[in-house]
């Protein structure tokens, strides 16, 4: 009798100690806005000229997701970097790589603030001070407290989101709540997902509207990303005006961009893209000639790993796209590539 006495009684505590510890997720869970102003880290107060530019989207990855790592949500079973001298060799990698594109703007997915996935490693402040030159916004789609899974090994907490470098000086920046919600308790240790805009006012008075994206990966079925994507049609059908605006989406899309790489056993981290998207007449930039992400079910090793195209840019019509190139890294710093686009405003 004392036996089991004692059994009920470990459950109780168990029991007790579980629900503790999900009221504590859920309250202190992250609920942003459907639209708040974006954080502005540094502001370089210049205006912007001329119709030619050029927009460089990289994933970081947390600066821990190098050629070395797999991840436990695509069959892997690691959960953050490996160390931290790893990580710290990853973001200076980043940063070297961002210094020779010499773009005019950045959109940058998956950049920590801080977190034991990243080893505490605040690549969000050490980008924004090794570019001091160049304006930084940056909004949060990651501020978890701690993600108990996997069991044995944990991600733990993991403070991250987007952020955008430009050595123009925005009118605003916003951060724009996507839809879709995970089901419980999945919802609690999954990311905001979100798109951040930087609205630049041009010479003759129209509007240059910047925005980086990362959209949902780990939906069941694509339905999460399928409303994502009416969210982003309904933004442009609300916002363009071709007279008046200009519209740049870029960043991680988790979608197939190069319909040719298209098979039949796609990761379920890949969707298609719906055609009521390309109705609105915005065209994608991609490189064919780079892939721009590989499978994290294990290291990275060259011709193993499934890769394809879900990084680019999608662009209004009055845009004229010049030129897109992918940055071939091997995946050695990130298990995505960097692609720049260089685009011309149109009259």
């Known amino acids: 009798m004392k036996f089991i006495k004692k059994i009920l009684f470990l459950v109780l505590v168990l029991v007790i100690a579980f629900c503790g510890f999900v009221g504590y997720i859920i309250i202190t869970d992250y609920s942003p806005e459907a639209i708040e102003a974006a954080i502005i880290l540094n502001d370089n107060e210049v205006s ?6 050029t927009v460089t989207s990289f994933n970081i990855g ?27 060799e990853n973001l200076e990698a980043v940063k070297t790589y961002i210094e020779t594109q010499n773009s005019d703007f950045y959109f940058l997915q998956e950049v920590d603030e801080k977190g034991s996935r990243s080893f505490n490693v605040n690549q969000r ?9 160049y304006t930084v916004t940056f909004s949060y789609n990651f501020k ?41 308790p999945k919802k609690y240790f999954e990311l905001d997902r979100s798109i951040m805009e930087d609205v630049y006012v041009l010479e003759n008075g129209k509007k240059l509207y910047m925005i980086n994206i990362h ?47 298209f098979t039949d056993d796609l990761p379920g ?31 990275y090793v060259e011709g193993v790993n499934f890769e394809t195209v ?37 009259d």
Request: proline share 5%.
């Open 269 to 299: 981290w890949v969707a298609t893209l719906p055609d009521e998207l390309f109705d609105t007449g915005f065209n994608l930039a991609y490189d064919t000639n780079v892939n721009t992400v590989r499978d994290d079910n294990a290291p």
């Open 310 to 346: 879900i990084d680019g840019f999608l662009v209004s019509p009055n845009i004229t796209i010049d030129l897109v190139e992918g940055g071939d890294l091997g995946f050695e710093n990130s298990d995505h590539n960097p692609v720049t686009l260089t685009f011309i405003l149109e």
């Open 144 to 184: 978890a407290k701690w993600i108990p899974i996997p069991v044995l090994d944990p991600l733990g907490s993991a403070y991250g989101g987007l952020m955008n470098l430009s050595l123009f000086s925005p009118l605003k920046s916003s951060r724009y709540a996507l839809p879709g919600e995970e089901p419980f």
């Open 48 to 53: 912007i000229t001329g119709n030619k530019f």
């Open 62 to 88: 947390y600066c821990g997701l190098d050629k070395d790592q797999d991840f436990f949500l695509d069959g892997g079973t690691m959960s953050h970097s490996s160390s931290l001298e790893k990580t710290e």
């Open 215 to 261: 959209l949902s990966a780990y939906d069941k079925g694509g339905t999460i990303r399928a409303e994502q994507v009416q969210f982003m049609i309904d933004y442009i059908n609300d916002i363009y005006d071709e007279n008046e605006n200009y519209i740049i989406f870029g960043g991680d899309w988790n979608h197939l961009l190069d319909i040719s790489k």
């Open 125 to 133: 402040d050490s980008i924004t001070d090794y570019f001091s030159d």
